[in-house]
């Protein structure tokens, strides 16, 4: 089994090394192809995943390679990961939009919108030129966004399933909580890609008990302190929001908050120059501690289960995935996607049905998934026109006057990523 990995000299990427090395029954990797442009990164990183290997007895070779043709000819799978324009982009994504009194954010808002601009064009042309070499490979995406990004790849006929970490990352908490183990987890997860909820917790399977009351009840403060959202809210709602949500329950909050201290993206900037020179040391051999204060908790563990059940090695049957709604929620077309449970087998991702879902949650996803319509729109076909159309649905900006003021920072601050531009 051969799987190439797009973005492969990210900091990200001994997380997934780590986790193929200690899943190697479920996903019996024979090569593996690490991909990126960055020849300085690609050759850390590399080297310490070959360590990994090494130290856990892995039997597969690892390459590197700058080539992006060579690197996914004949792949069974493709793991997408890339972060176009660097941390250099996130930070203006973080940072601009704050200049408007709007949330500045790298996978929603304008700043997430400036990210898909980016991103969708690069993904796809990469998309096709795995088709050309391996027209039956599985494209597996976690860059960001996720939703538009898998919408993009599934509308051009590619074989594709986006993945998130934020619904493992709740099991593995929850099944903390509870002491149990987290494939004893179900969650009845909801929404769009970072915007979800988890309407029920469950214990054996997607018919067992919901508890999730008992842990509202017996651990309602921790979940809230993690969510940064007050108990008494979480309480009222009597779901757990993900913490993106925060975004837009308590957007005023946050804008305050984002213009008091470093973007997100400084700190990782300063956290990925500390990993790189870790990265470099011949001594090491495992992922390092930092790392997990990086982001993409279990990221590995998902696409390891991911990956296994869409090539037929193993994997859980049920998996929280993004795909096509077909139907799964009534009140969106059938072509959105949605992150929800799903089986995932050989043939891709077949949404669970869901539970009937509350106005409340209901009416924030249709206007979302308005905006990711516009904005895929604008990905696509671009013009200034559409950019603003796009702003103007989002349901964090809304106004004309902060649509246009965002449309021309968007462009100003983007315009050597956007042909159109």
Same mark, same amino acid.
């Given at each position: 089994m051969?799987?190439?990995?797009?973005?492969?000299g990210?900091?990200?990427? #001994?997380?997934? *090394?780590?986790?193929? +090395?200690? $899943?190697?029954?479920?996903l019996p990797?024979?090569? =593996?192809?690490l &991909?990126d442009?960055?020849a300085?990164?690609?050759?850390?990183?590399?080297?310490?995943?070959?360590?990994?290997?090494?130290?856990?007895?892995?039997?597969?070779r690892?390459?590197t390679?700058s080539?992006?043709?060579?690197?996914v000819?004949?792949?069974?799978?493709v793991?997408?990961?890339?972060?176009?324009?660097g941390?250099?982009?996130?930070?203006?994504?973080?940072?601009?939009?704050l200049?408007?009194?709007?949330?500045?954010?790298?996978?929603?808002?304008?700043?997430?919108?400036?990210?898909?601009l980016?991103?969708?064009?690069?993904?796809?042309?990469?998309?096709?030129?795995v088709?050309r070499?391996?027209?039956?490979?599985?494209?597996?995406?976690?860059?960001? #966004?996720?939703? *538009?990004?898998?919408r +993009?790849? $599934?509308?051009?006929g590619?074989?594709?399933?986006? =993945?998130?970490? &934020?619904a493992?990352?709740?099991?593995?908490?929850?099944?903390?909580l509870?002491?149990?183990?987290?494939?004893?987890?179900?969650?009845?997860h909801?929404g769009?890609?970072?915007?979800?909820?988890?309407l029920?917790v469950?214990l054996?399977?997607p018919?067992?008990e919901?508890?999730?009351?008992?842990l509202?009840?017996?651990?309602g403060?921790a979940?809230?302190?993690?969510?940064?959202?007050?108990?008494a809210?979480?309480d009222?709602?009597?779901?757990v929001?993900s913490?993106?949500?925060?975004?837009?329950?308590?957007?005023d909050?946050?804008?305050?908050?984002?213009?008091?201290?470093?973007s997100?993206?400084?700190?990782?900037?300063?956290?990925?120059?500390?990993?790189?020179a870790?990265?470099?040391?011949? +001594?090491?051999?495992?992922?390092?501690?930092?790392?997990?204060?990086?982001?993409?908790?279990?990221?590995?563990?998902a696409?390891?289960?991911?990956?296994?059940?869409?090539l037929?090695?193993?994997?859980?049957?049920?998996?929280?995935?993004?795909t096509?709604?077909r139907?799964t929620?009534?009140?969106?077309?059938?072509?959105a996607?949605?992150?929800?449970?799903?089986?995932?087998?050989g043939t891709?991702?077949?949404?669970?049905?869901v539970?009937?879902?509350?106005?409340?949650y209901?009416?924030?996803?249709a206007?979302?998934?308005?905006y990711?319509?516009?904005?895929l729109?604008?990905a696509l076909?671009?013009?200034?026109?559409?950019?603003?159309k796009?702003?103007l649905?989002?349901?964090l900006?809304g106004q004309?006057?902060?649509?246009?003021?965002?449309t021309?920072?968007?462009?100003?601050?983007?315009?050597?990523?956007?042909?159109w531009?």
């Amino acid at each position: 089994m051969k799987l190439a990995v797009v973005g492969g000299g990210s900091t990200y990427t #001994p997380e997934l *090394i780590d986790g193929f +090395a200690r $899943l190697r029954d479920t996903l019996p990797i024979e090569e =593996l192809v690490l &991909v990126d442009p960055a020849a300085d990164r690609l050759e850390l990183v590399g080297g310490l995943a070959r360590r990994i290997f090494a130290k856990q007895s892995h039997p597969g070779r690892i390459v590197t390679t700058s080539d992006l043709d060579a690197g996914v000819a004949d792949a069974d799978a493709v793991l997408l990961q890339l972060r176009v324009g660097g941390q250099a982009a996130r930070k203006q994504d973080e940072t601009w939009p704050l200049e408007c009194g709007c949330i500045g954010q790298e996978t929603t808002g304008a700043g997430g919108l400036a990210k898909a601009l980016r991103t969708v064009p690069v993904v796809l042309d990469i998309a096709e030129r795995v088709r050309r070499t391996n027209p039956n490979a599985w494209i597996i995406d976690f860059t960001n #966004p996720v939703g *538009i990004v898998t919408r +993009a790849l $599934l509308q051009a006929g590619h074989k594709a399933v986006g =993945l998130c970490n &934020v619904a493992i990352g709740f099991q593995r908490k929850f099944a903390r909580l509870l002491d149990v183990t987290p494939g004893e987890v179900h969650l009845d997860h909801v929404g769009l890609n970072h915007l979800t909820w988890e309407l029920g917790v469950r214990l054996g399977g997607p018919d067992g008990e919901n508890v999730l009351p008992k842990l509202l009840a017996e651990h309602g403060d921790a979940i809230a302190g993690d969510l940064r959202m007050p108990r008494a809210i979480v309480d009222r709602l009597g779901v757990v929001p993900s913490y993106y949500l925060r975004y837009f329950y308590a957007h005023d909050e946050v804008v305050r908050e984002l213009g008091t201290k470093p973007s997100r993206a400084a700190e990782v900037a300063a956290m990925e120059k500390e990993l790189l020179a870790m990265y470099g040391d011949p +001594a090491l051999d495992e992922k390092p501690a930092l790392l997990a204060k990086r982001g993409g908790a279990f990221y590995s563990e998902a696409a390891v289960d991911l990956a296994s059940s869409l090539l037929g090695s193993g994997g859980t049957p049920v998996q929280v995935v993004n795909t096509y709604n077909r139907g799964t929620l009534p009140f969106l077309p059938d072509d959105a996607v949605i992150e929800v449970q799903a089986r995932v087998d050989g043939t891709g991702a077949t949404p669970l049905a869901v539970p009937e879902l509350d106005p409340l949650y209901a009416g924030l996803i249709a206007n979302v998934t308005a905006y990711e319509d516009l904005a895929l729109e604008a990905a696509l076909r671009g013009g200034r026109d559409r950019v603003f159309k796009a702003l103007l649905a989002h349901p964090l900006i809304g106004q004309f006057e902060y649509a246009e003021a965002l449309t021309d920072k968007l462009i100003a601050h983007n315009r050597e990523h956007l042909a159109w531009a």
